[in-house]
Nanobody
Framework: QVQLVESGGGLVQAGGSLRLSCAAS????????LGWYRQAPGKQRELVAA???????NYADSVKGRFTISRDNAKNTVYLQMNSLKPEDTAVYYC?????????????WGQGTQVTVSS
């Protein structure tokens, strides 16, 4: 089994910064893709940022220039640096990992971490 544990959420004023972390553990041979998604109340879950094993990144238009995704392959950890936060960034943020295991692969989610940006 694979576990994803997120940390770093919290309450911040508009214009502030937060850094989210997500550590993967368990039966992992390698991690193919890592991503951060978010879900605000009454809205669908949406992709915020993703990073491949080769380091290629992809961002939602709403966060480009403000958020940066990075990964530490040695620690099986992905980070999301969030700067210039806006109230509309308020949501539960979820880590996602596409993992290659000894047999097959699997897609896994973290439990979510709340980010609240006050105006």
């Amino acid at each position: 089994q694979v576990q994803l544990v997120e940390s770093g959420g919290g309450l911040v004023q508009a214009g502030g910064s937060l850094r989210l972390s997500c550590a993967a553990s368990g039966s992992i041979l390698s991690i193919i893709n890592l991503g951060w998604y978010r879900q605000a109340p009454g809205k669908q879950r949406e992709l915020v940022a993703a990073i491949t094993s080769g380091g290629s990144t992809n961002y939602a238009d709403s966060v480009k220039g403000r958020f940066t995704i990075s990964r530490d392959n040695a620690k099986n950890t992905v980070y999301l640096q969030m700067n210039s936060l806006k109230p509309e960034d308020t949501a539960v943020y979820y880590c996602n990992a596409l993992v290659r295991k000894l047999i097959g692969s699997g897609n896994y989610w973290g439990q979510g971490t709340q980010v609240t940006v006050s105006s």
